[in-house]
């Protein structure tokens, strides 16, 4: 930035899209954990039918690694968030005078 504040309009319209991405990782993530859950029940199903063979254990651990990047995702876009809602604030009381 230059030194000079953006104007409301802008920073609503950055907000807006931050707000619509934090939505969408939301979305993913609940699908994640509804993946997990499926493969636990996987793991149950086996474990009662005495399989022994682990036959889960890669999918399980990328569905972890994508649970926890999409954590990052949407704690890094709250942030981004929180960031943009100091500057409306500050830009609305520059604006009131």
Not at 9 to 23: F, G, T
Not at 39 to 59: K, P, Q, S, T, Y
């Amino acid at each position: 930035m230059t030194g000079q504040s953006r104007e409301l309009v802008d920073i609503l319209n950055e907000r807006l899209k931050i707000i619509q991405d934090i939505a969408a990782a939301n979305t993913e993530h609940m699908r994640l954990n509804q993946r997990a859950s499926g493969l636990l029940v996987l793991d149950l199903a086996d474990e009662r039918d005495g399989i022994d063979d682990h036959a889960h254990e890669d999918e399980r651990a990328r569905n972890e690694a994508a649970l926890e990047k999409t954590m990052a995702e949407i704690r890094q876009l709250e942030e981004t968030l929180s960031a943009l809602d100091a500057e409306l604030e500050a830009t609305a009381k520059h604006e009131d005078g």
